[in-house]
């Protein structure tokens, strides 16, 4: 039995699930998932904020946008406010919700994009290697050269502020990473005995690339791209805190949390909201990224 | 090892060419055309040619890329639009007060982290080891500058025990990190800073520890009868070169990250000069500070390169 153990899960014998002789690779990763309670309740949390967002209009109890100087800055709980009033007379919680789509927008997005283009890029200069590779990683390790969030600033103090300029620079910032990771498991991959097996027997390079190559990159960069969200969501919220992401009076937590900053002495508690919404989807990505990672089995 | 230290030091050279790259092109991708600022709106078609030239912005973007990196190299680093003062001298003196609290928060971070996450290692699924990680787990996932409006909340508002802002009445002139009247100012700035690379610090330092307790010459050290804490030490050592190349990496982010912070805490750092520069569109003064910043963190990571080949045997060799 010890034998099944360590070939199939490298798990220690408790486990029940290791007892089970054969299962796909997706299929033992969820079975580890299940058992797995923290990572559970951490995807529900998230599942609840994605939700919460894209349902936003219907939930939202007031309109988001809509200010009334009359109820400024009220506490938590008054009247029909739930979680009280910005320093504009707008509903808390109304904003909150509207809030969570752009930043829950800019944490996935960018990472989703540089998934493809950094994972493509690590790709190419993982298998193809020699001159290709110098090319590609030297030029990402100017890129390393950068603190992440001092390139975003960089990056966006230039261009401007507005969603799209802050959609393109964290897709920059976060290609290097992604991009290097790939390339790690894809150098590893491609010396490994059954690539060359498939090219002697003749297989394309497409072909060796999509069946043979990508399946075993995929995991290592999706769980590294998943560690990523919360950075993104935190590197977006900094950058909308400095003036640099959506214009008001749109909502977004960053911009949120910013402009309540002048109201601390009055609200603290409703000035600290957009940062707890911006703290709970951290610590839910991050966890579920752990999770995911010891799953998927792939180490750090 | 004079040799690997050569040789790491001359790959340093294109980073910090391509970093000087990516700082003349931050002006390239900012919107607007600079000379159309400086012209009065009824000056003609010539005067803005004439203007082009004067600036040397007519000849083609390699030139004026060499022209600009000679000017950096001897320190000039152009002038602020704001209050047309020379770029380099704002940024030095701003990059002092960075750079002071970064190295205490890091300092502190660090030696917190090794503490803690020793503790964790060696009570791996008790307890403590969960209130260790659930804590790391916290200073990685919070947004820095909130914890900073957390932490004046509660300390200067609530509690009044700490000012909210600046740097003392007196300014940074006559700033001391030896008296408390000062210091004070710096205390949250520097927990703040501290919190986030305390987390990953400790994380890192939890599973560094954990995985050479595992090894094969730690049962060896158990069976020759050596007491825990020494098989600690053992295992502490052999993390060392690991540890300084995380430490050197989170001083470099503090340095270079430390924007948010001290804007909340309005701390006369190059952060808070990064911010003025976004807040006012003044790209000189981005740029410089930028740069200053990014070579700081470039020879950081070279000097704990080379330190760690000190330390460590293995990387001499290879």
Same mark, same amino acid.
């Given at each position: ?29 969820? +079975? ?21 967002? *894209? ?16 109820? #400024? ?16 007379? #707008?509903?808390?919680?109304? #904003? ?67 969603? $799209?300029? +802050? ?20 150098? +590893? *991959? ?82 600290? %909201? ?27 | ?10 790959? $340093? ?55 600009? !990196? ?61 209130? %260790? ?20 909340? *509660? ?35 520097? $927990? ?100 200053? !910043? ?13 330190? +760690? ?10």
């Amino acid at each position: 039995m010890s034998e099944i153990v360590a070939d199939s899960f490298r798990q220690p014998v408790r486990d029940p699930v290791s007892l089970v002789p054969v299962r796909s690779y997706w299929g033992s990763v969820w +079975q580890r998932l299940r058992f797995d309670y923290v990572t559970l309740f951490c995807l529900a949390v998230i599942l609840l904020i994605v939700a919460s967002a *894209v349902f936003a209009p219907w939930l939202a109890p007031m309109d988001p946008d809509k200010s009334s100087m009359a109820y #400024r800055l009220r506490p938590v709980g008054y009247r029909n406010f739930m979680l009280g009033t910005d320093e504009q007379g #707008r509903d808390m919680l109304s #904003r909150l919700l509207y809030g969570g789509r752009i930043s829950l927008t800019m944490g996935i997005l960018p990472v989703m994009l540089s998934t493809l283009i950094g994972g493509l890029f690590g790709v190419v200069a993982g298998y193809y290697g020699g001159k290709i590779n110098m090319a590609i990683m030297r030029t990402m390790d100017v890129f390393f050269a950068f603190p992440s969030i001092l390139l975003a600033i960089a990056i966006s103090g230039s261009l401007g502020g507005g969603i $799209t300029n +802050q959609l393109l620079t964290l897709t920059v910032v976060l290609i290097p990473p992604l991009c290097r990771v790939a390339e790690t498991a894809t150098t +590893q *991959v491609r010396t490994m005995d059954f690539v060359d097996a498939a090219r002697s027997t003749g297989a394309s390079t497409m072909s060796i690339l999509f069946t043979h190559v990508l399946i075993n990159v995929i995991s290592p960069v999706l769980v590294y791209a998943s560690t990523l969200v919360s950075v993104s969501i935190i590197l977006a919220s900094g950058l909308s805190f400095l003036g640099l992401g959506v214009s008001p009076p749109t909502a977004d937590w960053g911009l949120m949390l910013a402009t309540l900053r002048q109201s601390i002495y009055v609200q603290p508690l409703v000035s600290a %909201i957009p940062g707890i919404a911006i703290l709970v989807t951290s610590i839910a990505f991050n966890l579920v990224s752990d999770g995911l990672r010891q799953a998927m089995d792939v180490r750090a | 090892m004079w040799l690997y230290a050569a040789r790491r030091i001359v790959l $340093t050279i294109p980073i910090l060419l391509g970093v000087t790259i990516i700082c003349f092109a931050l002006v390239q991708i900012a919107p607007g055309d600079p000379i159309q600022n400086l012209l009065s709106p009824t000056s003609s078609a010539a005067d803005a040619a004439r203007l082009r030239a004067a600036y040397g912005l007519d000849q083609p973007l390699p030139i004026q890329y060499f022209i600009w !990196l000679g000017r950096v190299l001897v320190g000039n680093l152009g002038t602020s639009i704001a209050n047309n003062m020379p770029v380099a001298g704002e940024v030095m003196h701003a990059f002092s007060n960075t750079v002071v609290i970064a190295l205490i928060s890091v300092a502190l971070a660090f030696v917190l982290s090794m503490f803690f996450g020793v503790i964790a290692a060696c009570r791996s699924g008790q307890l403590a080891d969960k209130l %260790i990680t659930a804590v790391a787990v916290f200073g990685i996932s919070v947004p820095p500058f909130w914890l900073a409006v957390t932490l004046v909340i *509660v300390f200067a508002v609530n509690l009044s025990l700490l000012p909210a802002t600046g740097m003392g009445a007196n300014g940074s002139g006559n700033f001391s990190y030896f008296q408390w009247t000062s210091l004070k100012f710096a205390v949250m700035p520097i $927990t703040a800073l501290a919190l986030p690379p305390l987390g990953i610090m400790t994380r890192t330092t939890r599973s560094a520890i954990a995985e050479i307790l595992n090894q094969d010459f730690i049962q060896t050290l158990r069976a020759k009868g050596l007491s825990e804490a020494s098989v600690v030490v053992h295992a502490i050592r052999n993390i060392m070169p690991q540890a300084i190349a995380m430490l050197g990496l989170q001083l470099g982010y503090l340095i270079g990250g430390s924007v948010l912070v001290e804007t909340v805490f309005t701390w006369p750092g190059t952060g808070y000069l990064l911010n003025k520069a976004v807040q006012t569109r003044d790209i000189p003064l981005l740029q410089g500070t930028i740069l200053v !910043l990014a070579t700081a963190f470039v020879l950081i990571n070279l000097f704990v390169d080379l330190m +760690q080949s000190l330390i460590d045997p293995r990387i001499k060799r290879s």
